[in-house]
């Protein structure tokens, strides 16, 4: 069956740090990864996806996740993190019509 | 950039009371889903919704959960009697495709408390 686990419920950082939150999937065939941010009062908003080929996927403000397939990991990374990237982040799994998220990684950043 | 939105944000109500909560797709989008997540927990999956019927849904799921698209633009999940163990967040996503690479838009969610 398909899931997602992400180990840390909560990571501190200082801004300007480098951050990874982790991401390791079960699923049967070849996965289809997300990460989603969720910020106080705001939606699901995408950060990048993986379907296929290169293994290293570019996202939005910032953001790379890598894909390992030997170690079913899907990590968030992110050189030098700012205050505004405090929030919740998902990382999930599609398969057919429905994703499988994970329960989530609180990010806090301090000064 | 369209977006997904939801009304109301935060929905408080009695045990056994009816619920309807709104969502407006993004407007070129064709497929609908409803998830939830309960306080501490994962986002799960409720339902799927294309052509104006239920395409898949979960366990979760059940008789007193009803889905609508009353019009062009709003997607509606209606809770029949509502339970303390309701309460959560609930969250309207669309989508363009039902295919594998295609991602899901998700709203800010309404927040659903039942006394």
């Known amino acids: 069956a398909q899931s997602v686990t992400q180990p840390d419920i909560h990571i501190t950082v200082s801004e300007g740090a480098s951050l990874e939150l982790r991401c390791n999937y079960s699923y049967g065939a070849t996965p289809y990864l997300f990460w989603y941010v969720q910020s106080p009062g705001q939606g699901l908003q995408l950060l990048l996806k993986?379907?296929?080929?290169?293994?290293l996927v570019q996202g939005i403000k910032g953001f790379e996740a890598e894909f390992k397939r030997s170690q079913s990991s899907f990590n968030l990374r992110k050189p030098s993190v700012h205050w505004s990237d405090a929030a919740e982040y998902f990382c999930?799994?599609?398969?057919?019509?429905?994703?499988?998220f994970g329960t989530g990684t609180s990010l806090t950043v301090i000064p | 950039e369209p977006e997904v939105t939801q009304t109301p944000s935060h929905q408080v109500t009695q045990m056994g009371q009816e619920v309807i909560l709104r969502c407006v797709p993004i407007s070129n989008h064709l497929y609908f889903y409803w998830y939830r997540q309960i306080l501490g927990q994962k986002v799960e999956f409720l339902v799927s919704?294309?052509?104006?019927?239920?395409?898949?849904k979960s366990e979760i799921f059940d008789d007193q959960f009803s889905v609508e698209r009353p019009d062009g633009s709003n997607f509606t999940l209606k809770i029949r009697s509502t339970k303390l163990e309701d309460s959560a967040m609930y969250f309207c996503?669309?989508?363009?495709?039902?295919?594998?690479?295609?991602?899901?838009?998700f709203g800010p969610g309404t927040r659903l408390t039942v006394l």
């Open positions: 993986y379907f296929s080929g290169d293994t």
């Open positions: 996503a669309s989508g363009a495709m039902a295919v594998r690479t295609d991602t899901q838009y």
């Open positions: 999930a799994v599609r398969n057919g019509n429905q994703f499988y």
């Open positions: 919704f294309y052509n104006n019927e239920i395409s898949e």
